[in-house]
């Protein structure tokens, strides 16, 4: 299998409805609300501090994440990663991975940290693998990583 790490402009809705499906079906509703937001404009990700990546294996979209500036703190050196989430049969080979290591290398020339907020304890250990740090001192977080 062969993925392919892209950041995008645009993200088609019906390539997205697997990962809205299962996500819904894992009990999270923030790919939906990624979809609903990206097709009305309320947020496409489009800003000058924002990005969205998407993984494609096969050429079938399994994974979608991104950054933004952090809302919560005020402080224009944090930014947030956003909406990620990775299709169940493609976890645990290296997608989570590629995926946040894209996240972590476009926000860094843009911000001093990256913060995140999760509430599930396989989500923890995952970010904790790749460097976050458990108990953010940033308002609605719960992991944060120094990138400069």
Known sequence: MSSVVSQVTDLDAAELQPLIDESLADGFGFIQRLAEDYASGKHRFDGPQDALFTIRTDGVLVAVGGFTPDAYSGDPAVGRVRRVYVLAGFRRGGVGRALLGAIVEG?????????????????????ESIGFLPNAPY????HFIRLR
Do not use: G, M, N
């Open 107 to 127: 926000a860094r020339p843009l911000f001093e940290t990256l913060v995140l907020r999760t509430d599930t304890e396989r989500a923890s250990r995952f970010y």
């Open 139 to 142: 308002p609605d977080a719960t």
